[in-house]
């Protein structure tokens, strides 16, 4: 059975390279084909690169060879080698056989807004405004095939022939986001969960003189006790997919993303995504101006910790930082040197 399994993976890590080759000598192909108005004739819509998301679709294209560049520029670096991967290494990754797309969804960059567009569009919604949906409903199991839930040849051709999206954001931005939804909200149901099940197990380790109530119910952990939890590797504390690196979740160097959206330009770049699915009847969430944004409130709390917490911290997103060009100035406002 053993030797089957690996068999398996060795025959998966094939079909993936294979298809990431495959792909960009399509790419190629498209692109000498790009100036044939019969070509564009024979797509399923028009498409031009010139009109209202002219600018989305330019960065779209950007990041998406800058992400290969840096793939590239790391493995060569580093001597990394592809890895083991099977088919549950692509559960992060929705798909949409409808519209002919891979959605990675990643935790605290838009995932809940991006669902609920998926099933408004998919028909598992009967409405056209995805804000009506719950939260909870969208995040439903079942509610969404998984690139896991197929066969290692369906993998293979949907990894080809498919669209693929992955939406970004800074890591410590993304990072504050899960701690002040998950651990610093008050009398929310997710994160009572959260407090339940993490707070009180930070609290009772790295706070002294810890107080009966907090230990009781881990309602108040600060975010200097959070980063802590997080960068200490004995407690694993990164294996939750609210701050696990990006990198660990859609392996963005073994899965040719075409289409890399960012948290900053979510709304433009999801109008073009739309677009391209050819999807007219839904309109992504603009986000909401009622409440300050994460954004604004980095400085605050990242003055909390230590240079050495902060040090950690890099290193352990430091394959996001690189790999989608983000910089701890972005939120700092100098490197560590």
């Not at 998919?122 to 409903?137: H, V």
């Not at 690139?147 to 290692?152: A, E, Q, R, V």
């Not at 993998?155 to 890591?171: F, G, S, T």
């Not at 433009?268 to 994460?294: I, Q, Y």
Request: some cysteine; charged content about 30%; glycine content about 4%.
């Amino acid at each position: 059975m053993t030797g089957c399994r690996v068999f398996k993976e060795i025959i998966l890590n094939l079909v993936i390279w294979n298809s990431i080759l495959s792909a960009e000598k399509i790419d190629e192909e498209v692109l000498l084909e790009y100036g044939n108005p019969k070509y564009l004739e024979s797509q399923k819509y028009m498409y031009s690169w010139t009109g209202p998301n002219a600018l989305a679709r330019s960065a779209l294209l950007e990041r998406q060879e800058r992400l290969q560049y840096n793939c590239e520029e790391f493995l060569r670096r580093n001597n990394v080698e592809s890895g083991t991967l099977t088919s549950e290494s692509f559960r992060n990754i929705l798909v949409d056989e409808q519209h002919e797309l891979l959605y990675c969804y990643v935790p605290k960059v838009a995932c809940t807004n991006w669902k609920r567009v998926l099933m408004v569009a998919t028909g598992k919604w009967p409405g056209n405004d995805p804000l009506e949906i719950p939260a909870d409903q969208a995040h439903s199991p079942g509610v969404f095939l998984r690139l896991s839930n197929y066969t290692l040849s369906e993998i293979e051709q949907k990894l080809l022939a498919y669209d693929k999206l992955i939406v970004v954001r800074h890591p410590f931005e993304r990072l504050l986001s899960a701690y002040r939804n998950k651990l610093e909200a008050k009398n929310e149901k997710s994160s009572r969960y959260f407090q339940t099940r993490f707070g009180k197990k930070i609290i009772k380790k790295y706070r002294v003189n810890a107080t009966q109530e907090s230990l009781k119910n881990g309602d108040d952990v600060t975010f200097r006790e959070f980063v802590e939890f997080i960068i200490n590797d004995s407690e694993n504390g990164t294996k939750n997919e609210h701050w696990r690196p990006i990198y660990e979740l859609c392996h963005p160097c073994i899965v040719n993303y075409n289409l890399v959206s960012k948290y900053e330009t979510l709304v433009e770049d999801a109008t073009e995504v739309l677009e391209r699915m050819n999807v007219v009847s839904v309109n992504f969430p603009s986000k909401p101006s009622s409440s300050e944004p994460t954004s604004k409130k980095l400085d605050r709390y990242y003055s909390t910790l230590s240079y050495k917490q902060l040090r950690k911290l890099e290193d352990l997103y430091k394959l996001d930082l690189k790999l989608f060009d983000y910089s701890l100035e972005d939120v700092l406002g100098f490197s560590l040197a």
